[in-house]
């Protein structure tokens, strides 16, 4: 919005500097427990569902296509 430029990258920023302050520890400890293969395995997992969920949530057609 006009009124707070910045908020959104600000957001962004944050999100970006949480998940990669959390994800690569854990992304760690699940290679060390359960391996590369089963670590790639779940992070693909995690990144369907979130495509999956973005489908679902906006980027679903509003209406029926018409043939032209």
Wanted: proline share 4%.
């Amino acid at each position: 919005s006009t009124e707070r430029p910045g908020c959104a990258s600000a957001a962004f920023y944050a999100a970006y500097d949480t998940g990669y302050t959390l994800g690569s520890p854990a992304v760690g400890l699940m290679i060390a427990f359960a391996g590369f293969t089963n670590m790639y395995l779940v992070c693909s997992a995690i990144a369907f569902a979130g495509a999956v969920l973005f489908w679902l949530l906006y980027a679903k057609p509003k209406g029926k296509l018409r043939a032209h």
